[in-house]
């Protein structure tokens, strides 16, 4: 059974950072593309960034030079560390394994 657990979320001023973890269980975490995406209230879900199986990486442009994915492979972790946050980076934000598998999200608020 694959297990997608979000944590690192909650409340921080603009400009301020947050780190999120996914820990991933049930799959071959190398084997597989993973995601974050997020979702602001009323809007899609939307997504933010991604990590290939190789390694590579790739941004939406709403958060390319302030966000970074990254993954501990020994920790079968995934990361999103997020800086320079703005007030429209709130949302719930989602791991995504393998194009199919969903964490149950964390909430990441930006507010002064």
């Known amino acids: 059974q694959v297990q997608l657990v979000e944590s690192g979320g909650g409340l921080v001023q603009p400009g301020g950072s947050l780190r999120l973890s996914c820990a991933v269980s049930g799959i071959i975490f190398t084997r597989n593309t993973m995601d974050w995406y997020r979702q602001a209230p009323g809007k899609q879900r939307e997504r933010v960034a991604t990590?290939?199986?190789?390694?590579?990486?790739n941004y939406a442009d709403s958060v390319k030079g302030r966000f970074t994915i990254s993954r501990d492979i020994a920790k079968n972790t995934v990361y999103l560390q997020m800086n320079s946050l703005k007030f429209e980076d709130t949302a719930v934000y989602y791991c995504?394994?393998?194009?199919?598998?969903w964490g149950q999200g964390t909430q990441v608020t930006v507010s002064s």
């Open positions: 990590i290939s199986s190789g390694g590579f990486t």
């Open positions: 995504r394994a393998a194009f199919q598998y």
